[in-house]
């Protein structure tokens, strides 16, 4: 299984095939390190919207910056399911053969099912709390599973089918002699060519569409192609890698004020500035994230805090899927019910949902057929 959130070590096959590639035990820090940033992302998107009334406060400040800063979460995990993808089936030496119809099953079984249940679910838990009756409405939930739009998180899925989509062609593509050294350059003409038109013609909602982080899969597909030489020489620029991330990110993140507050004469040139900024910023740390998580491995040296870590990464694809509805009762129950404790209980809920969330997991991998609400 090759979702970017899940264990991936290729299930060894017939001596005909290509061996399987060993499992790099670093990027389940990667996932827990991303999961960790897609629960401060919900866990604050309430108390931004609250915060609006005063928007110059502290806290709206405090709220705005950890929501901002984190929205490295997605594209981490596009990055990272171009580096898994291409790290297992690579191969121009040896290409596979007869390959796509099994790859294809696992991702229907693994990644389209549990989607659909999931989709069902959060369907079933917005219509019951509008006083709807769910089956009088199966047209919506329908129409919504196509977009991803059933719960806001499951976008996420209809934009990671794309590229499942995509990926055997672009296998194909990229193993013909020399081609490889042109993804780079052909995914940044692609991404700025994609991000104007989009801007000024089409007007797509971008989040769910493969194009707009095209740019991060493919540097994570050569990441896949070249792990050991790629991760040795992020590793000797990680001295500006990292800096470019804190940095980018907080122009990220303070944007709004840059322009409108502190640099007006930028306002003409906005839409290049965001596309510079963003990209940078998503790009620096999906590549310092991946140096960071190898360095952890290392220095924590199968320590409690590293398998605790490798457990929440495995998880993450679980994690990710439940922890919005453990989130929703949190705040019924929780934030809301006690308000004066609003920040206390806003915060506390991401350990809570996290932790949660992990124990679902693990409870629910003893079945066999779990892999229809957690995958495999």
């Not at 229907?108 to 709807?132: D, H, R, T």
Request: net charge positive.
């Amino acid at each position: 299984m090759t979702s970017p959130m899940l264990n991936t070590t290729p299930v060894q096959k017939p001596a005909s095939r290509p061996a399987a590639k060993p499992k790099i035990e670093s990027l389940d820090i990667y996932r827990a390190l991303a999961i960790s940033a897609v629960i401060i992302i919900h866990v604050t998107s309430n108390p931004v919207v609250r915060m609006r009334q005063r928007p110059d406060s502290l806290l709206a400040i405090f709220y705005d910056f950890w929501n901002r800063f984190s929205q490295f979460a997605v594209p981490s995990f596009v990055f990272l399911s171009g580096l898994v993808l291409f790290y297992n089936y690579w191969d121009p030496e040896r290409p596979r053969r007869g390959w796509v119809a099994g790859f294809y099953k696992k991702r229907l079984l693994y990644i389209f099912v549990p989607y659909v249940v999931w989709s069902f679910v959060y369907f079933l838990m917005v219509q019951s709390e509008k006083g709807n009756a769910p089956f009088d409405h199966m047209k919506q939930f329908l129409g919504s599973l196509l977009t991803g739009n059933n719960y806001e998180h499951l976008y996420y899925f209809v934009m990671l089918i794309q590229y499942y989509v995509l990926f055997p062609l672009l296998l194909f593509i990229l193993q013909k002699k020399h081609a490889a050294r042109f993804l780079i350059p052909f995914a940044v003409l692609f991404q700025t060519a994609f991000y104007f038109l989009n801007n000024k013609v089409l007007h797509w909602p971008s989040g769910d569409i493969f194009a707009t982080y095209f740019l991060l899969f493919s540097l994570g597909a050569l990441a896949g192609m070249n792990y050991e030489r790629v991760t040795a020489v992020l590793s000797k620029w990680l001295w500006l890698l990292l800096p470019a991330f804190i940095l980018s990110g907080l122009a990220f993140v303070f944007a709004s004020k840059l322009y409108y507050e502190w640099e007006p004469r930028l306002i003409p040139y906005k839409m290049y500035f965001n596309f510079g900024i963003y990209y940078l910023f998503t790009a620096s740390a999906c590549l310092s994230l991946l140096i960071i998580a190898n360095g952890l491995f290392r220095l924590l040296n199968n320590s409690w805090l590293a398998r605790f870590l490798s457990g929440i990464g495995a998880a993450s694809f679980a994690i990710f899927l439940v922890h919005p509805l453990f989130l929703h009762y949190w705040r019924l129950e929780a934030v809301n019910r006690y308000g004066a404790y609003y920040h206390y209980l806003t915060w506390l809920g991401a350990p809570v949902i996290l932790l949660l969330s992990l124990g679902f997991y693990k409870l629910l991998r003893r079945w066999k057929w779990s892999w229809i609400l957690i995958g495999r």
